[in-house]
């Protein structure tokens, strides 16, 4: 997990960069049950998205996406890497 705003290593170009060498990546089986769970869990507890208005359908709406884009990826046997920017 990085919170802060560090320069990138020497060599490195950029966070993409940095992510395919150094970064954690899951199977798409794994990347499914996350996402799945993370939809669950949203659904269920309605969290709010969004300071000024609920966003919320916005993020649901990219997070089906997201899990179609991986249930493709599982049928090539893709790996999947989080990042999570605010």
């Not at 659904?43 to 996406?65: C, Q, T, W």
Request: proline share 2%.
């Amino acid at each position: 997990m990085q919170l802060g705003d560090d320069e990138l290593p020497d060599g490195v170009k950029s966070t993409n960069e940095l992510m395919a060498r150094e970064g954690v990546w899951k199977s798409a089986n794994d990347a499914l049950a996350i996402l799945n769970g993370l939809l669950a869990a949203i659904n269920s507890e309605k969290p709010r998205f969004g300071v000024l208005k609920n966003d919320d359908d916005a993020v649901v709406a990219e997070l089906s996406e997201n899990i179609e884009y991986a249930r493709k990826g599982s049928e090539v046997g893709a790996k999947f890497n989080f990042s999570v920017v605010m």
